[in-house]
C-alpha cells in the first residue's frame, strides 16, 4: 500500500488557487516528497518535487510542513487543463495511491 | 512528445497468445520501471531495474516477465494472461539511482500500453 493519503476529490473554480494536500506521517528522513498528476489516456505527469523547504516550478508550488508529515500543493490560479487526477507519493516507496480527481469549473 | 516512448498503444490479444510490450527511453536514466493501471485502481508497481539489474518484484504473477537488455529499453513479455490482466501498463524511467535510499529523481512516464485479453 501507497504511503500517502489525499482526498479522493476537489473541486475549484477557474482563475482561483487550488491547495491539494496529501498526508504521510510515516516518512522517513531521506524521502522525497513528489507530486504527480495524470490527465485522461496520458501517463502521470512529473509537477514537482521537495525534501524540507518550499519549492516553486512554473507548474506549482509546494508547501511541506515543519515536520514533513504533511504537505500541500498549490496550483496558484487554476485553469481547465488542470482538470487531472494528483497523486503525492515518497520517493523511497515509488507507490500510488488512489490521488486526488481535481475537477475545474469554468 | 514524453522522452519515454511506449509500443504499442494498444493490443488485444487471447489467453493463449504470447506478446510483449516495449518501452524505450531517451533521456539518459539508469532506472526503468512498469507499473499497472487498472480500472478504478491505484496505479501498482510491478518491476523496478537500476543500472539492468531487476532490484524489485512485487509479488508478479510468472506470466508477466520483464526484460531490461539495456538502460534504454524495458521490455514486458506477456503469456497466457487472464482477463483480469486487462489494464493500462505503464513504464517510467529515472535518473541515476544506485542508492536505493537516494530516489529523489522524479518519475517520467510514457503513455502505456492499452492492454485488454479475452
Known amino acids: 500500500d501507497a504511503k500517502t493519503t489525499q482526498p479522493n476529490s476537489m473541486e475549484s473554480n477557474e482563475e482561483e488557487p487550488v491547495h491539494l494536500p496529501c498526508n504521510h506521517s510515516t516518512i522517513s528522513g531521506t524521502d522525497y516528497i513528489h507530486w504527480y498528476r495524470q490527465l485522461p489516456s496520458q501517463g502521470p505527469e512529473y509537477v514537482i518535487h521537495?525534501?524540507?523547504s518550499n519549492v516553486n516550478n512554473r507548474m506549482a508550488s509546494l508547501a511541506i510542513a515543519e515536520d514533513r508529515k504533511s504537505s500541500t500543493l498549490i496550483l496558484h490560479r487554476a485553469t481547465l487543463r488542470d482538470a487531472a487526477v494528483y497523486y503525492c507519493?515518497?520517493?523511497?516507496?515509488?507507490?500510488f495511491g488512489a490521488g486526488t480527481r481535481l475537477t475545474v469549473k469554468p | 512528445e514524453t522522452g519515454v516512448t511506449q509500443t504499442p498503444r494498444h493490443l488485444v490479444m487471447g489467453m493463449t497468445n504470447k506478446k510483449s510490450l516495449k518501452c524505450e527511453q531517451h533521456l539518459g536514466h539508469n532506472a526503468m520501471y512498469w507499473y499497472k493501471q487498472s480500472a478504478k485502481k491505484p496505479l501498482e508497481l510491478m518491476f523496478v531495474?537500476?543500472?539492468?539489474?531487476?532490484?524489485e518484484n512485487n509479488s508478479v504473477p510468472s506470466r508477466f516477465s520483464p526484460e531490461c537488455p539495456n538502460s534504454s529499453h524495458l521490455f514486458l513479455h506477456l503469456h497466457t494472461l487472464q482477463p483480469e490482466d486487462s489494464a493500462l501498463y505503464l513504464c517510467?524511467?529515472?535518473?541515476?539511482?544506485?542508492?536505493?535510499?537516494?530516489?529523489?529523481?522524479?518519475?517520467?512516464f510514457g503513455n502505456g500500453t492499452r492492454l485488454t485479453v479475452t
Open positions: 517510467a524511467s529515472s535518473q541515476d539511482p544506485a542508492v536505493r535510499s537516494s530516489y529523489n529523481s522524479p518519475l517520467h
Open positions: 521537495g525534501l524540507t
Open positions: 507519493i515518497l520517493s523511497n516507496d515509488m507507490r
Open positions: 531495474y537500476s543500472l539492468e539489474e531487476r532490484v
